[in-house]
């Protein structure tokens, strides 16, 4: 599924994603009243490794590119790593940005 949307006014698109964003920092998204739009909601997706996401807008006279590819997470290990050893590395990760996150899948 890809989803874009594009405005020509100065004001720009009608979004709450920096709301979103703040409430997931600050560990508040149980407090959001109304589900998130489905481009925001799509995008936050993308953040957390669905998909992919770009974002162009304008600071200023500057013109700003946030990708969702830059907030994917990696880390080294071994060559040829013991596979229990792996997954209970792989497994702290994904824990870790999970509760990061604020990621509750049941």
Do not use: C, W
Request: zero cysteines.
């Amino acid at each position: 599924m890809a989803v874009a949307e594009k405005s020509d006014k100065e004001s720009g698109l009608a979004t709450k994603i920096v709301e979103l964003i703040n409430g997931i920092l600050e560990k508040t998204t149980a407090q959001i009243e109304r589900p998130a739009a489905i481009t925001d909601a799509a995008l936050l997706m993308a953040a957390d490794g669905y998909g992919a996401g770009k974002v162009v807008g304008q600071k200023e006279a500057e013109q700003v590119v946030i990708r969702t590819s830059d907030t994917q997470k990696s880390f080294l290990h071994p060559k040829e790593p013991e596979v229990e050893e792996l997954a209970a590395i792989v497994r702290a990760k994904f824990e870790a940005v999970s509760e990061e996150r604020d990621m509750d899948h049941g």
